[in-house]
C-alpha cells in the first residue's frame, strides 16, 4: 500500500534577523517529531538540501525591503499551498521599518560610504501588502510553542488556537502585580496581542510590544494614561515605534504625539 | 580537466543570513574569490540615532536571532561606561552566566546542527539523527540547557527581555539557578564527550599564519571584559580599538572588509580566543585539548569545531561555579547618572569580538553609534582561506571541492545578518559566470 506523502515545509528568509525561523531550532523537544510529521524541502538555515516545489506549508520571516524581495515574494506565493507569515518583521515590517518614518537617502548615507550600491525600497512592508497571507504569527521573536501548535493545527486541517485579545490578560492570570498601576511604570500591555505569556512585566519591567497591536487597541486611551504617569510626548512616540511601527493602529498613533 | 572552471553557490546554507560564494579558476589559477553577501541592509546605526541609551539592548538584539546577548552586553557595557558605572559582584558574575547560556546554546547549534553534518557527509542534522538518533537527541539536550540559562536569566531564549544598562530588571533567586545544576552536571559529560567526538572527525590538512584577535582578561577566560590583544603584538584597551581596526573597500569585492590598520586581515572567534587564553581555560578544559591532539592553539580553522566543544565544556564549568557561588544581589541593578559622551564596549560574542560605539546627548539620546559584529571583521580571512585552500585542492571534482568551499567558510559559523548593516551591498545571485 502507498504510504501517504508526507507535507513539504518550507522556510523563507526576507530582511530579518533569522530569530523567527531559529524559533524552530530551538524547539529541542519537538524538533526530532516535527521533522517526523513533514518533508523539510527547504530550510537554508538548517540544511544544504533543496527539494522543489510546490510545498504544503511556507513559513515566511521577514519583510520586503528590496526590489528583488518584493518579487522573490511572489515566486513563494506561486510555489506555497499555505504561506503562513512569522514575525514582527513579517507581520508589520519589523524594527527597520523605524526607517519609514524618514528620508531612506538619509539613513543610507548615514550607514554606507557609497549609497551608489544599496539597492533598498523607501518602506520595509510586512509580506500582506505584497501577496496573499493565509495565516499570521506574531512577535518578535514569535513564541516557538505558538509556532508548533499553528504548524500542529494546519497539519490537521483545524484553526489555530492563538488568542487575539491583550497581553494585560496572560499578565492577570500569571498573576503578576500590574507594573502601571503599582509602580508607575509604563506598559503597551492592554494594546498588545497576547502570545508571550507577559514575560516583561513578571520580571519588573513594562511591555515594549514586540507582538503588535491586539485586535482593535485603544491606543489613544493607553497614551492618555502614559501622559498622566508623566511620560513626555516624545517617549510616547519611541513607545510606539518599536519593533511593530509600522502596524497601522501604532503608527497612527505614534503621528499623533509628534511634536 | 577544464581549464577553466567555476564554483559558485547561490545561497549559502547552514549560515544565518544570506551569502553566496563564486570562485574562478584559470589554467589552475585561482584568479577570483568572492564570498558574498547579499542580504539586504536594516539600517540599526542609522535608526538608532535618536532612540534613548536604554533602548539599546532591546534594539540591537535584532541584529541577530543567534546571539542577541552578545548584541545586549556589547550595548550595555558601552553605555555603562559612559556613565562611569562597573558592575561587581554578583550582578558581573549574572552577566557572566547569562554569556555561559548563549555560548552553550550557539556553540552546541553549530557544532552538531550546522558543523557535524558536514564532516560526515550529511546535508543537515535531521538526516544525521536517522543513523544517529542518540547524538542528535543528546545534543538537543545540550542546546537546551544553555538556552534554559538564557531563559530563566532573561525572560526567553531569543531577544531576552531582562538585560538592562546598570544590571537586570530582576534578579534570579538561588533557587532558581540552583535547579539547573543537574542539568549542567549531566552536560559537562555531553561536553567531554563531546570534545572526544569532534576530535576524531576527518579534518583536511590545513593551516594558515594567521593573527589571532580576542579579548585578554587578567584571570578568565573573556566574555565582557579585557584587553584587545593578538598573536602578533596588538595589545590596547577597547576604546582604542578604532585607532587600529578600519573598514577597507578592496577591489575585488563590494564589501567592505575591517582590517587592522597596516596589518591586513585577522581572526576573529573561538580559535582566537583558545590560542590567546589557553591558560585562563579550567586544568579540565586543557586536558581535554591536549587529548583531543591540539597544542595552546591550534592553526586549523577546519578544527574550529573542537574548540567550541572546548568552549562548551568551560561554560558548563563556569555556569556550574558562578551559580554554586551565587547569592541574590540586593538589587538588580545600579542607579545611573545620565550624562552626555561617548563610550565603548566590545565582549566576546560566540562567534568573536563585537565592538559597539555610541554616543550620547545629556538627555541619554543616541546621537550616532557605530556597531562592528564579528562576521565583519572575519570576512577578509574567510576569502583568504578559501583561495587558498582551492589553490591546493584544485584536483577535486567540483561538487566535491564546492562542498569543501562551503565548509571552509561555515567554519566561521558566519552570522550574515550580523555584517550586513555596515557592509556595502552588490545583490550578486544573477551574476554571470562563464
Ligand atoms: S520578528 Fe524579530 S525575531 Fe523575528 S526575524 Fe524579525 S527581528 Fe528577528
Ligand atoms: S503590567 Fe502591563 S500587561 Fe500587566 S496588567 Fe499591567 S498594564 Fe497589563
Ligand atoms: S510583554 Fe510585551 S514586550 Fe515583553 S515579551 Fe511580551 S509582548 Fe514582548
Known amino acids: ?259 | 580537466m577544464k581549464s577553466n572552471r567555476s564554483i559558485k553557490v547561490d545561497y549559502l546554507a547552514r549560515v544565518e543570513g544570506e551569502g553566496s560564494l563564486t570562485v574562478k579558476m584559470k589554467g589552475g589559477e585561482v584568479t577570483d574569490v568572492k564570498f558574498k553577501i547579499f542580504e539586504p541592509p536594516r539600517f540599526f546605526e542609522a535608526f538608532l540615532r535618536g532612540r534613548k541609551f536604554s533602548e539599546a539592548p532591546d534594539i540591537t538584539s535584532r541584529i541577530c536571532g543567534i546571539c542577541p546577548i552578545a548584541y545586549q552586553m556589547s550595548s550595555v557595557h558601552a553605555m555603562e561606561s559612559i556613565f562611569g558605572v562597573k558592575l561587581d559582584g554578583q550582578l558581573r558574575e549574572l552577566r557572566r552566566l547569562f554569556y555561559c547560556g548563549e555560548w552553550i546554546e550557539s556553540h552546541v547549534l553549530h557544532v552538531y546542527m550546522l558543523h557535524a553534518p558536514d564532516f560526515l557527509g550529511y546535508q543537515d542534522a535531521i538526516q544525521l539523527a536517522k543513523d544517529y538518533p542518540e547524538v542528535v537527541q543528546k545534543a538537543l539536550r545540550l542546546k537546551k540547557i544553555g538556552n534554559d540559562i538564557v531563559t530563566l536569566i532573561g525572560g526567553r531564549e531569543i531577544h531576552p527581555i531582562n538585560v538592562k544598562v546598570g544590571g537586570f530588571y530582576k534578579a534570579p533567586t538561588k533557587k532558581e539557578l540552583t535547579s539547573l545544576l543537574n542539568n549542567l552536571e549531566w552536560a559537562k559529560d555531553v561536553a567531554l564527550e563531546t570534545v572526544k567526538f569532534t576530535a576524531t572527525l576527518p579534518f583536511p590538512e590545513f593551516e594558515q599564519d594567521y593573527e589571532f584577535v580576542s579579548l585578554r582578561h587578567p584571570d578568565e577566560y573573556p566574555f565582557n571584559e579585557g584587553r584587545l590583544v593578538s598573536n602578533k603584538g596588538l595589545d590596547i584597551p577597547v576604546r582604542e580599538y578604532e585607532n587600529h581596526f578600519v573598514e577597507e573597500h578592496v577591489e575585488h569585492s563590494n564589501a567592505l572588509h575591517s582590517v587592522l590598520k597596516n596589518r591586513g586581515n585577522y581572526f576573529v572567534g573561538p580559535l582566537a580566543r583558545f590560542a590567546l587564553n589557553f591558560d585562563r581555560l579550567t586544568p579540565l578544559c586543557q586536558q581535554a585539548a591536549r587529548e583531543a591532539g591540539l597544542g595552546e592553539s591550534c592553526y586549523n580553522p577546519f578544527k574550529g569545531i573542537i574548540i567550541r566543544s572546548i568552549e562548551t565544556l568551560y561554560a558548563i564549568e563556569e555556569a556550574i561555579r558562578i551559580i554554586n557561588k551565587y547569592e541574590m544581589p540586593d538589587s538588580p541593578s545600579v542607579p545611573l547618572e545620565i550624562k552626555a559622551g561617548t563610550g565603548h564596549g566590545c565582549t566576546e560574542a560566540p562567534r568573536g569580538i563585537l565592538y559597539h560605539r555610541y554616543t550620547l546627548d545629556e538627555k541619554g539620546n543616541i546621537l550616532n553609534a557605530k556597531i562592528v559584529p564579528p562576521t565583519s571583521q572575519n570576512q577578509k580571512t574567510i576569502e583568504n582561506d578559501l583561495r587558498e585552500y582551492v589553490k591546493r585542492n584544485i584536483n577535486l571534482p567540483n561538487d566535491k571541492l564546492t562542498w569543501q568551499c562551503e565548509q571552509t567558510i561555515r567554519n566561521y559559523d558566519p552570522c550574515i545578518s550580523c555584517a550586513t548593516h555596515f557592509l556595502k551591498l552588490n545583490i550578486v545571485q544573477d551574476e554571470f559566470v562563464e
Open chain 1, 1 to 259: 500500500m502507498a504510504k501517504k506523502r508526507k507535507p513539504k515545509l518550507a522556510v523563507w528568509k526576507f530582511s530579518s534577523c533569522d530569530g523567527c525561523q531559529l524559533s524552530l531550532l530551538d524547539c529541542e523537544d519537538e524538533l526530532l517529531a516535527v521533522a517526523g510529521a513533514v518533508d523539510i524541502a527547504n530550510f537554508p538555515e538548517a540544511s544544504r538540501a533543496v527539494a522543489k516545489g510546490p510545498y504544503d506549508i511556507s513559513l515566511v520571516e521577514g519583510s520586503i525591503t528590496t526590489p528583488h524581495e518584493a518579487e522573490r515574494i511572489h515566486q513563494v506565493r506561486r510555489q506555497s499551498k499555505l504561506l503562513i507569515t512569522i514575525g514582527a518583521c513579517a507581520t508589520a515590517g519589523g524594527i527597520q521599518a523605524l526607517k519609514n518614518f524618514k528620508d531612506v537617502k538619509d539613513f543610507i548615507s548615514a550607514v554606507y560610504a557609497s549609497p551608489e550600491y544599496i539597492e533598498t525600497l523607501a518602506k520595509s512592508t510586512p509580506i500582506a501588502d505584497h501577496v496573499f497571507v493565509d495565516f499570521e504569527l506574531r512577535g518578535c521573536p514569535i513564541n516557538k510553542y505558538q509556532l508548533v501548535e499553528v504548524l500542529n493545527a494546519f497539519l490537521n486541517g483545524r484553526k489555530p488556537n492563538t488568542p487575539a485579545y491583550s497581553v494585560c490578560m496572560e499578565c492577570k492570570r500569571r498573576g503578576n502585580i500590574c507594573v502601571m498601576v503599582a509602580h508607575g511604570t509604563a506598559c503597551l500591555g492592554p494594546v498588545v496581542h497576547a502570545g508571550c505569556g507577559a514575560i516583561c512585566p513578571s520580571y519588573n519591567r513594562g511591555c515594549y510590544g514586540c507582538f503588535g497591536p491586539k485586535e482593535t487597541p485603544n491606543t489613544s486611551s493607553l497614551a492618555e494614561w502614559w501622559k498622566q504617569l508623566g511620560v513626555s510626548e516624545e517617549d510616547i512616540v519611541r513607545g510606539f515605534r518599536g519593533f511593530n511601527a509600522y502596524a497601522d493602529a501604532f503608527r497612527k498613533e505614534s503621528e499623533l504625539h509628534e511634536v
